[in-house]
């Protein structure tokens, strides 16, 4: 599958078939967010498999309310936990590089999305949960100090097909020059 296309097609999955994800294809997955790009390389990302139903419950229980992935915990055979480790990325030396001080949430956003794209390329399914209790979901994951729970993915065969939602047009969100410059369309 062409990247374009993935990224195109790729839409957040909430409903999951029973049928299990390979080893094959996890390991796929799993080497897309190996391969995602960090500040200097510095990879500030742990990876927790869940399948165990029982643990898939306790971290199901810390979604926020409504949360409308709660189904997919429950039907995905695999979630996949993305942990960063602070104080490693946006740094040089001892002191953080830039104003945005610690990289680690946009560094692990890169390796989610890889891990996204991969899934769809195989014909699987992932949504991105972050609306979930963080603190409790590191005491059942053991997550010790220094390391934070970013995300969720609940990985599986999708049930369905979502359909896209609407995107902006690129004349609302680029412009050339200066952030009130010309719209893209206009020209340069």
């Given at each position: 599958?062409?990247?374009?296309?993935?990224?195109?097609?790729?839409?957040?999955?909430?409903?999951?078939?029973?049928?299990?994800?390979?080893?094959?294809?996890?390991?796929?997955?799993?080497?897309?967010?190996r391969?995602?790009?960090?500040?200097?390389?510095?990879?500030?990302?742990?990876?927790?498999?869940?399948?165990?139903?029982?643990?898939?419950?306790?971290?199901?229980?810390?979604?926020?309310?409504?949360?409308?992935?709660?189904?997919?915990?429950?039907?995905?055979?695999?979630?996949?936990?993305?942990?960063?480790?602070?104080?490693?990325?946006?740094?040089?030396?001892?002191?953080?590089?830039?104003?945005?001080?610690?990289?680690?949430?946009?560094?692990?956003?890169?390796?989610?999305?890889?891990?996204?794209?991969?899934?769809?390329?195989?014909?699987?399914?992932?949504?991105?949960?972050?609306?979930?209790?963080?603190?409790?979901?590191?005491?059942?994951?053991?997550?010790?100090?220094?390391?934070?729970?970013?995300?969720?993915?609940?990985?599986?065969?999708?049930?369905?097909?979502?359909?896209?939602?609407?995107?902006?047009e690129?004349?609302?969100?680029?412009?050339?020059?200066?952030?009130?410059?010309?719209?893209?369309?206009?020209?340069?």
């Open positions: 599958m062409n990247v374009l296309d993935a990224i195109r097609a790729r839409r957040s999955v909430r409903r999951f078939t029973e049928e299990a994800v390979s080893g094959e294809a996890l390991t796929k997955v799993l080497e897309a967010a391969w995602a790009p960090s500040w200097t390389n510095v990879q500030p990302w742990k990876i927790i498999i869940v399948t165990d139903t029982a643990e898939k419950q306790a971290l199901k229980e810390t979604l926020m309310p409504k949360n409308p992935a709660a189904k997919g915990f429950d039907q995905a055979p695999v979630l996949l936990v993305l942990i960063g480790e602070r104080g490693k990325s946006g740094q040089y030396g001892d002191s953080f590089a830039t104003d945005k001080g610690d990289w680690y949430m946009f560094d692990l956003g890169i390796a989610a999305q890889n891990i996204a794209l991969a899934a769809h390329s195989l014909g699987l399914g992932t949504v991105h949960v972050g609306a979930i209790d963080h603190k409790k979901a590191g005491t059942i994951l053991g997550v010790p100090e220094g390391f934070e729970v970013v995300e969720i993915l609940p990985l599986g065969h999708p049930a369905f097909d979502p359909k896209a939602p609407p995107r902006k690129l004349k609302e969100f680029v412009t050339y020059e200066t952030f009130s410059g010309k719209t893209w369309g206009e020209g340069a």
